[in-house]
């Protein structure tokens, strides 16, 4: 079974301030993990994901997360939020190995305050 | 350029309506999804395929039927709309078996109405 809890359904930042979106996950299997960001009327386009390899994974758009095993965290931050970074973004987690289901939170919607 | 495609991208229709949501990738992949996306943002599995003549329901229970007949091309259709199926509709693909990480490249979506 694996699950995804994103913390803070809306989070507010302004612009040039630092970005941290917070996703814990469960897995009774080695994850993958994932953050997709979706923009008004749009589908999910992927930022980053976490295959087993380095646990700080850089992504698009200046986009970090860090996965953390002891705490089964895989928090997504940026340095300086711009005002393009609004929008919704989604964790995910899927077990390794192919056949694996792909579950994703509930998002967070970000807003960049001028 | 490999990529997934939705049409219509915008549907308003009367209830009773037979509707079918079109989605086709190029992508070269054998596994396709359906979800249904509310106005609270979460992403719910309607749908699946693990390649041509593979249909499996998902997580949330769908009166929607989907078709698989030829790789790149995974139908979904509404015989009857109602109201209650105002929602987004994305399709997505993915690799299938060792070459898949999990990752999923989703089409733009149809928004579909039903007055």
């Known amino acids: 079974a694996q699950s995804v809890t994103q913390l803070g359904s809306h989070v507010s930042v302004s612009e040039g301030a630092l970005v941290l979106l917070r996703c814990n996950y469960s897995?009774?299997?080695?994850?993958?993990l994932f953050w997709y960001v979706q923009y008004p009327n749009q589908g999910l386009q992927l930022l980053l994901k976490?295959?087993?390899?380095?646990?700080l994974v850089k992504g698009i758009n200046g986009f970090e997360a860090e996965f953390k095993k002891s705490e089964t965290s895989f928090h997504l931050t940026k340095p300086s939020a711009h005002m393009s970074d609004a929008a919704e973004y989604f964790c995910?987690?899927?077990?390794?190995?192919?056949?694996?289901?792909?579950?994703f939170g509930t998002g967070t919607k970000l807003q960049v305050i001028p | 350029e490999a990529d997934i495609y939705q049409t219509p991208r915008y549907l308003v229709i009367g209830t009773g309506k037979k509707i079918t949501l079109e989605c086709s990738q190029t992508?070269?992949?054998?596994?396709m999804y359906w979800y249904q996306q509310d106005p609270g943002m979460e992403l719910h599995l309607i749908h699946y395929?693990?390649?041509?003549?593979?249909?499996e329901k998902g997580d949330l229970s769908s009166e929607s039927t989907v078709s698989r007949i030829r790789t790149e091309h995974f139908p979904l259709t509404l015989e009857s709309a109602r109201p209650s199926h105002t929602s987004q509709y994305l399709c997505?693909?993915?690799?299938?078996?060792?070459?898949?990480?999990?990752?999923?490249?989703f089409g733009e979506g149809s928004r579909l109405t039903v007055l």
């Open positions: 992508m070269g992949h054998d596994k």
């Open positions: 897995s009774s299997v080695p994850p993958y």
């Open positions: 995910a987690v899927s077990g390794s190995g192919g056949y694996q289901k792909v579950t």
């Open positions: 395929s693990y390649g041509v003549n593979s249909t």
């Open positions: 997505a693909s993915s690799e299938l078996g060792l070459a898949n990480t999990g990752e999923l490249f």
């Open positions: 976490y295959t087993s390899a380095a646990t």
